[in-house]
T-cell receptor, first 117, second 115 residues
Framework: DTEVTQTPKHLVMGMTNKKSLKCEQH?????MYWYKQKAKKPPELMFVYSYEKLSINESVPSRFSPECPNSSLLNLHLHALQPEDSALYLCASSHGGPRVRAGTEAFFGQGTRLTVV | AQKVTQAQTEISVVEKEDVTLDCVYE???????LFWYKQPPSGELVFLIR??????QNEISGRYSWNFQKSTSSFNFTITASQVVDSAVYFCALSDSGGYQKVTFGTGTKLQVIP
């Protein structure tokens, strides 16, 4: 099973709302990622978790708060977002060791299309 | 700094034609990894291939083939006898040998295969 599942597929939220994006994988991967992708642009890395610990935060604003409750789940909590945060949010996972093995391909979910109004 | 350039923004071909997607990369690392991903309209990025910097062998997988040339820092992707299902955005990506998976994506090439 090489599947990464993201919910919801679509989300519309107001600027004062609090919502969460969820990601789940059952491939035994120990590295999980959040990417943001604007239309006609490549994905941009936001966060990397390795063994449930935050390893990389690419200077993401604090209105995005990641959480990794266990090795299979990754959440992205959203609060007080701006319209420019509207994008496709992609979750991915890959094999990992004590540190994520270099050159390991990532498997992506279908993403959550977020619209902030 | 790493950089991946996909100069072709959009390509249109008629079904059954061959098409080559270009990828040129820049890195100071001697050990690095190159990838191709496909992103259909559904949004999911589908992994196609990984190549490390020490392996310059070309690879063929069905209708897909990849040409890796370190001398020109290129990792081109050819689809033979294209099909409508090949219509998607294709990303070339690069990661270094660091301990964490930081991938630099190119800007993508949108391929449209016309029936």
């Amino acid at each position: 099973d090489t599947e990464v599942t993201q919910t919801p597929k679509h989300l519309v939220m107001g600027m004062t709302n609090k919502k969460s994006l969820k990601c789940e994988q059952h491939m035994g991967h120990r590295a999980m990622y959040w990417y943001k992708q604007k239309a006609k642009k490549p994905p941009e890395l936001m966060f990397v978790y390795s063994y449930e610990k935050l390893s990389i935060n690419e200077s993401v604003p604090s209105r995005f708060s990641p959480e990794c409750p266990n090795s299979s789940l990754l959440n992205l909590h959203l609060h007080a977002l701006q319209p420019e945060d509207s994008a496709l949010y992609l979750c991915a996972s890959s094999h990992g060791g004590p540190r994520v093995r270099a050159g390991t391909e990532a498997f992506f979910g279908q993403g959550t299309r977020l619209t902030v109004v | 700094a790493q950089k991946v350039t996909q100069a072709q923004t959009e390509i249109s071909v008629v079904e059954k034609e061959d098409v080559t997607l270009d990828c040129v990369y820049e890195t100071r690392d001697t050990t690095y990894y190159l990838f191709w991903y496909k992103q259909p309209p559904s949004g999911e990025l589908v992994f196609l291939i990984r190549r490390n910097s020490f392996d310059e062998q070309n690879e063929i997988s069905g209708r897909y083939s990849w040409n890796f040339q370190k001398s020109t820092s290129s990792f081109n992707f050819t689809i033979t006898a294209s099909q409508v299902v090949d219509s998607a955005v294709y990303f070339c990506a690069l990661s270094d040998s660091g301990g964490y998976q930081k991938v630099t994506f190119g800007t993508g090439t949108k391929l449209q295969v016309i029936p």
